[in-house]
């Protein structure tokens, strides 16, 4: 049974977006970006588990190393750029290792020792320390300066990160206590009790030099190769593929291989496509190593236990070339592809159907074995997409396919250009509604809200996103009394549901955006067909769903 919503609830006009925009808020509402690629793996150095954004490979160089052969992260995220990527998040996963002390000698044999924080034989450190504008009888105090450096010794002039910390002291009952001011260092901490008096300071390097440093001591260690286990990491800890929620949106997630000859474990696909669906994000995936051809592939799909809509494969693997062993290697995919993904959508927005010149790997990149259109076609079919470095004749437009295939009863899902269009939006309104949290959580900050994402779908609408029906409405929004009763104002929430026009006819993708303070969530509801009348739509949702939306929410 079902029952109509009091069309009093939905005026004819609604006013515009920008005049409802409530204060500190921007009018319209911005699209989320669909390039942006986050990755997850192991680096030579750098922050451990903390997001960075970099936007070229010479960023990741001075950040986290450069390449680095027992880093399949390094060389993604190579290929992620040479093949058009323009922007990343990168989070450094380690599995042990051990980060460089330094060690800074006191008067009286004594030594305030330092630990840096991030682990690796290449992780150079150094410091300095002085005594200017201390007057002569703080006898405790001193200037220290912590730098991260891009080679060892303490003539390196390429300085990457610095800190100075003035008028630090070894008393532990005096102000800025060294102890205390390097626990919110990004670069260093203070191993075991200072000494009595304060450091010494470091000789020149050069003679005649104006400032002398103390590199790090020969002690930092790489760990071991990574497992599953430190790829997932902690939600609670915030560590692993979990960080990334301290990152900002990004639409597209890269866990490269954990090895040349390793691949990611069936565990870590699970958990990034779960973390990837709160996200609104794609998670890019490689296929096993050991399917080398199209017909193991085909047949090593049939048992493969992964399915996703919110997960892509493309095969084959790619040849590359390796500037550390001189000759082209064969590397997993998923940083080539997600930078081909990426250089598409500055070409066109990445749900058009049409097909363009650009979904093929660059020059230097070529597939790793044959595929002839047969096979293509078959692994089209089973939910794999084919890469190429040649154009392709007759490739179906808008045929790129999800791992959805066969898992799934939102047919749309299955073609890659559909969900992300679904992402797109979804991360947008989620990011372009939050400001209703601050906001009074009745009607006027529920016609803002209506406002802006009407607006934003109409902008998607003008640009044929959605299929053109004669007679449908191509979207809705709802956002009122039904959605944000007492209990949902009692709770702190705030939600709102919107759904546009899906591939088949009558039929809708609707999707629930709850707002907490705790965070912010969007997922995908059922709602039955809608019927039309002139230019509004009367929308006969399901009175079970109507009752249950609050219930959702919380």
Not at 129 to 142: C, K, L, M, T
Request: aromatic letters at 6%; hydrophobic letters at 40%; charged letters at 20%.
């Amino acid at each position: 049974m079902v029952e109509a919503l009091p069309s009093d609830l939905y005026p004819a006009t609604l006013p515009d977006a920008a005049s409802l925009a409530p204060a500190g808020s921007q009018g319209a509402i911005e699209r989320a970006p669909t390039g942006v690629t986050a990755f997850v793996g192991r680096a030579l150095k750098g922050p451990v588990n903390e997001p960075r954004i970099v936007e070229s490979f010479a960023d990741y160089q001075r950040l986290f190393g450069g390449l680095w052969q027992p880093s399949t992260l390094s060389y993604a995220i190579e290929q992620f750029f040479e093949n058009g990527g323009r922007r990343a998040i990168v989070v450094r996963v380690a599995n042990g290792g051990r980060p460089p002390t330094i060690t800074l000698p006191a008067a009286g044999g004594g030594a305030l020792r330092l630990v840096g924080l991030a682990p690796g034989s290449r992780e150079h450190l150094r410091a300095s320390v002085d005594y200017d504008a201390i007057p002569e009888d703080e006898h405790d105090r001193f200037n220290l300066v912590l730098q991260r450096v891009g080679g060892p010794g303490p003539a390196s002039g390429l300085v990457e990160e610095q800190e100075s910390h003035r008028r630090v002291s070894v008393r532990p009952d005096a102000g800025r206590y060294v102890v205390d001011v390097l626990s919110q260092s990004q670069l260093a901490r203070v191993v075991g009790a200072p000494p009595a008096t304060r450091p010494e300071r470091p000789p020149p390097a050069t003679p005649g030099g104006m400032v002398g440093y103390r590199v790090a001591n020969n002690d930092g260690d790489d760990g071991v190769a990574l497992t599953d286990y430190d790829l997932i990491g902690s939600a609670q800890a915030g560590t692993g593929l979990f960080a990334l929620a301290r990152a900002p949106a990004f639409a597209l997630l890269c866990i490269p291989p954990l090895g040349r000859d390793q691949d990611v474990g069936a565990s870590t696909l699970l958990v990034a496509a779960r973390f990837c669906r709160e996200r609104q994000a794609l998670l890019v995936v490689d296929p096993p190593r050991q399917w080398t051809s199209p017909a193991e592939a085909l047949a090593g799909m049939r048992d493969w236990p992964f399915r996703a809509d919110n997960a892509v494969m493309h095969f084959p693997r790619i040849l590359a070339p390796d500037r550390l062993r001189g000759r082209d290697e064969t590397f997993a995919a998923c940083g080539a592809v997600a930078g081909m993904l990426a250089r598409l959508d500055e070409a066109a927005p990445p749900w058009s159907p049409e097909d363009r010149d650009g979904v093929m790997l660059r020059p230097r990149f070529r597939p790793a074995c044959a595929v002839d259109d047969a096979q293509r076609a078959r692994l089209l079919q089973a939910g794999i997409n084919t890469l190429s470095s040649i154009r392709i004749a007759h490739r179906e437009p808008g045929s790129a396919r999800t791992l959805a295939t066969g898992n799934t009863v939102a047919t749309d899902w299955r073609y890659l250009p559909a969900r992300r269009l679904a992402l797109c939006i979804g991360q947008s309104v989620v990011d372009g509604t939050r400001w209703m949290l601050l906001a009074h959580n009745g009607e006027r900050t529920w016609q803002r809200a209506r406002a802006q994402v009407e607006a934003l779908l109409e902008s998607f609408a003008q640009e044929g996103a959605f299929p053109a029906d004669a007679g449908q409405q191509e979207y809705f929004v709802v956002c009122d009394a039904r959605l944000n009763d007492a209990a949902a104002l009692a709770a702190g929430r705030v939600a709102l549901l919107f759904g546009y026009a899906a591939a088949r006819p009558g039929e809708y993708h609707a999707f629930l955006v709850t707002h907490r303070n705790a965070g912010s969530q969007v997922r995908s509801v059922s709602v039955n067909r809608l019927a039309t009348a002139g230019r509004r739509v009367e929308e006969e949702i399901e009175t079970a769903l109507l009752r249950g939306l609050s219930a959702a929410a919380g």
